[in-house]
């Protein structure tokens, strides 16, 4: 992870994420998350810890006179810094989403960019794995297309909650979600192209285009609305769909892998006998909700309030999801806070 050089008078160690503007010693990442969650890993920005140690010479004599001395200057680290195309804008976190480097950066401000907006962000760690603005960020040009990598945690037919998501029906909205630490990101499939399943790992070109034009969702598979706490629909999901939010567009798509695991974000929406109902992407654009989620042992749904920004853990397995943590990303202050975390994400 890093390179050093020593000599009896500097001591200097340079870790670098070989960012393009980085000194390319060496490469690092941070996993995008912890416990039972897998996904992407997140590069690492770039740091460099620099220490001098200095010889004096000194007086001799006696009476416990003096001798070398040696005196080291505190290590200073740089801010962190991340560079990407902003493909997320989540007001329910709080956070935004950059593509940097080729993983999802997902960071915390008090006032977010827009998406297509090339930035420059200062950050600083938070505890469940995201960052928060530290700093002044700035904003470098706009863009409509960027590049990603991310795990699939859904893949729907909008038009036929039934269908297998393939792009077999022409005419019909394909969807799918691209998740990594603090993200979900939704991504349409134009025409008959290739739609990756889900626990798929890939890496996917986009078209930032105009607005995502919603569609009404069918009656929802499961029956146990009426028992759930709070009671509701599918339809009365939170947040309610807009129509103010850029569609990405797959223009290209490579799969590398089948996943076992992944973090992904998500919105609580209810619990129910059947489980826990959590958004099928991070703002619930796509106005669908991921199929009960089965609650282990571990983990008090009580906890969680509907409308709540979530970082979920989960085991992936022919296409299904199931559940092993979750932790809080309701802004800087509840993605920071080690206590809100559940199941393999305890301490997250």
Same mark, same amino acid.
């Given at each position: 992870? =890093?390179?050093?050089?020593?000599?009896?008078?500097?001591? $200097?160690?340079?870790?670098?994420?070989?960012?393009?503007? /980085?000194?390319?010693?060496? *490469?690092?990442?941070?996993?995008?998350?912890?416990?039972? +969650?897998g996904?992407?890993?997140?590069?690492?920005a %770039?740091?460099?810890?620099?220490?001098?140690?200095?010889?004096?010479?000194? #007086? /001799?004599?006696?009476?416990?006179? +003096?001798g070398a001395?040696?005196?080291?200057?505190?290590?200073?680290?740089?801010?962190? =810094?991340? &560079?990407?195309?902003?493909?997320?804008?989540?007001?329910?976190?709080?956070?935004?989403?950059?593509?940097?480097?080729?993983?999802?950066?997902s960071?915390?401000?008090?006032?977010?960019?827009? !998406? +297509?907006?090339?930035?420059?962000?200062?950050?600083?760690?938070?505890?469940? #794995?995201?960052?928060?603005?530290?700093?002044?960020?700035?904003?470098?040009?706009?863009?409509?297309?960027? =590049?990603?990598?991310?795990?699939?945690?859904?893949?729907?037919?909008?038009?036929?909650?039934?269908?297998?998501?393939?792009?077999?029906?022409? *005419?019909?909205?394909?969807?799918?979600?691209?998740?990594? %630490?603090?993200?979900? !990101?939704?991504? =349409? @499939?134009?025409?008959?192209?290739?739609?990756?399943?889900v /626990?798929?790992? $890939?890496?996917?070109?986009?078209? $930032?285009?105009?607005?995502?034009q919603?569609?009404?969702?069918?009656?929802?598979?499961?029956a146990?609305?009426?028992?759930?706490?709070?009671? /509701?629909?599918?339809?009365?999901?939170?947040?309610?769909?807009?129509?103010?939010?850029?569609?990405?567009?797959?223009?290209?798509?490579?799969?590398?892998?089948?996943? @076992?695991?992944?973090?992904?974000?998500? !919105?609580?929406?209810?619990?129910?006998?059947?489980?826990? !109902?959590?958004?099928?992407?991070? $703002?619930?654009?796509?106005?669908?909700?991921?199929?009960?989620?089965?609650?282990?042992? +571990?983990?008090?749904?009580?906890?969680? &309030?509907?409308?709540?920004?979530?970082?979920?853990?989960?085991?992936?397995?022919?296409?299904?999801?199931?559940?092993?943590?979750?932790?809080s990303d309701?802004?800087?202050?509840?993605?920071?806070?080690?206590?809100?975390?559940?199941?393999t994400?305890?301490?997250?």
């Open positions: 992870m =890093s390179q050093g050089f020593t000599s009896p008078l500097t001591r $200097i160690c340079v870790v670098s994420d070989g960012e393009p503007g /980085g000194n390319g010693l060496s *490469g690092g990442s941070r996993p995008a998350g912890g416990g039972g +969650g996904g992407s890993s997140a590069p690492a %770039s740091a460099v810890l620099v220490s001098t140690a200095a010889s004096t010479g000194g #007086g /001799g004599g006696g009476g416990g006179g +003096g001395k040696n005196k080291e200057k505190k290590q200073k680290q740089q801010p962190l =810094s991340f &560079s990407g195309t902003v493909v997320r804008v989540n007001p329910v976190a709080q956070s935004y989403t950059i593509a940097s480097n080729g993983g999802l950066i960071i915390h401000a008090a006032s977010l960019p827009n !998406v +297509g907006d090339q930035v420059q962000s200062p950050v600083r760690s938070l505890n469940n #794995g995201t960052y928060a603005e530290q700093g002044t960020r700035k904003a470098t040009g706009t863009t409509d297309n960027a =590049s990603f990598q991310g795990t699939v945690t859904y893949c729907a037919d909008l038009e036929d909650r039934g269908a297998a998501c393939d792009a077999a029906t022409s *005419g019909h909205h394909y969807v799918y979600s691209v998740s990594s %630490s603090g993200a979900s !990101v939704l991504v =349409s @499939t134009p025409g008959s192209q290739a739609t990756p399943k /626990g798929a790992q $890939i890496q996917v070109g986009v078209h $930032i285009g105009t607005a995502f919603p569609v009404d969702p069918a009656p929802p598979v499961w146990d609305y009426s028992a759930c706490n709070p009671s /509701g629909t599918e339809q009365s999901g939170v947040p309610a769909q807009t129509n103010t939010v850029p569609e990405l567009t797959q223009t290209s798509v490579s799969v590398s892998g089948q996943g @076992t695991n992944a973090l992904f974000e998500a !919105v609580m929406q209810t619990d129910c006998p059947a489980g826990l !109902v959590l958004s099928a992407d991070d $703002i619930r654009e796509a106005g669908r909700d991921l199929a009960p989620l089965s609650i282990p042992a +571990g983990i008090d749904p009580n906890r969680v &309030s509907r409308g709540q920004a979530v970082q979920v853990a989960a085991d992936v397995s022919g296409g299904t999801l199931t559940l092993k943590g979750i932790t309701q802004g800087a202050a509840g993605a920071d806070d080690s206590s809100q975390g559940q199941g994400l305890t301490g997250s």
